[in-house]
C-alpha cells in the first residue's frame, strides 16, 4: 500500500525553464509534507517543506504547492540549474506521535541540461 | 553542522554472514532511522529508534534487527545476510516534535552488496 505516490520516474528539463515534481498522497492523517534531494553516492538533503495549514511555501528558487482536498502536492524549481539534477523525493509524516516517521514517494530523477 | 556519519561507504559480504552496519549522530537526536532505497521503491524504513534500547518495527523489518545501546548510536544488523537484502541503506535521526515538523538528516549511506 503506496501511501505516497510519485508517478513519474523522471523529468527532462531544459536550463532556465520551469521544473515541477508531482506528489500524491493517500492518508488523510498527514499533516506535514517535505522534499527531499539526494545526489548519488549521497544522503538525501532536506530542500523544503510545508504544513498542511498552508497552500505554499517558497525557498528562493524552489516552492512548494500543496492541495488538500487533491491530496497532491508539487515542487517548483524556478529556474532550473544543471547543478539541481538529482532524486527528488517526497515525504509526508502525522502519524500523531513525536517519532517523526516519515513516509516516503518512490522518487523523480530530475535532468536538466545545459 | 549537522552530521550523521556510517560506518562504511561500500560493503561486500557473503550470503550467510553476519552483517553489522553502525550509524552515529552528533545532534543529540532522541529518534534515529533505519532505510534502505531501492530503484523505483524510494525509501523503505526498516526500523526506527525513539530513545536509548527502545525500538520500533518500520515497514520492511524481515531479516533484520537493530541496538541502541547509547543515544548517539545505531545500528542495524543482518543476522544472516541474502541477495535480495543487497541495497543502498541510509540512516538518519531528528528531534521529537509532537507537531511532526521535524526535519531527519540523513547519512551518507552504504552500499551493501551481498554475493
Known amino acids: 500500500d503506496q501511501q505516497v505516490k510519485q508517478n513519474s520516474p523522471s523529468l527532462s528539463v531544459q536550463e532556465g525553464r520551469i521544473s515541477i515534481l508531482n506528489c500524491d498522497y493517500t492518508?488523510?492523517?498527514?499533516?506535514?509534507f517535505l522534499w527531499y534531494k539526494k545526489y548519488p553516492a549521497e544522503g538525501p538533503t532536506f530542500l523544503i517543506s510545508?504544513?498542511?495549514?498552508?497552500d505554499k511555501n517558497e525557498d528562493g528558487r524552489f516552492t512548494v504547492f500543496l492541495n488538500k482536498s487533491a491530496k497532491h502536492l508539487s515542487l517548483h524549481i524556478v529556474p532550473s540549474q544543471p547543478g539541481d539534477s538529482a532524486v527528488y523525493f517526497c515525504?509526508?509524516?502525522?502519524?500523531?506521535?513525536?517519532?517523526?516517521?516519515?513516509?516516503f514517494g518512490q522518487g523523480t530523477i530530475l535532468t536538466v541540461h545545459p | 553542522d549537522v552530521k550523521v556519519t556510517q560506518s562504511s561507504r561500500y560493503l561486500v559480504k557473503r550470503t550467510g554472514e553476519k552483517v553489522f552496519l553502525e550509524c552515529v549522530q552528533d545532534?543529540?537526536?532522541?529518534?534515529m532511522f533505519w532505510y534502505r532505497q531501492d530503484p523505483g521503491l524510494g525509501l523503505r524504513l526498516i526500523y526506527f529508534?525513539?530513545?536509548?534500547?527502545?525500538?520500533e518495527k518500520g515497514d520492511i523489518p524481515e531479516g533484520y534487527s537493530v541496538s541502541r545501546e547509547k543515544k548517539e548510536r545505531f545500528s542495524l544488523i543482518l543476522e544472516s545476510a541474502s541477495t535480495n537484502q543487497t541495497s543502498m541503506y541510509l540512516c538518519?535521526?531528528?528531534?521529537?516534535?509532537?507537531?511532526?515538523?521535524?526535519?531527519?538528516?540523513f547519512g551518507p549511506g552504504t552500499r551493501l552488496t551481498v554475493l
Open positions: 538518519a535521526s531528528s528531534a521529537p516534535s509532537r507537531f511532526s515538523t521535524d526535519t531527519q538528516y
Open positions: 529508534s525513539y530513545d536509548v534500547k527502545m525500538k
Open positions: 510545508i504544513s498542511s495549514i498552508k
Open positions: 545532534m543529540d537526536h532522541e529518534n
Open positions: 492518508n488523510s492523517m498527514f499533516d506535514y
Open positions: 515525504a509526508a509524516s502525522g502519524d500523531g506521535t513525536s517519532y517523526g516517521k516519515l513516509t
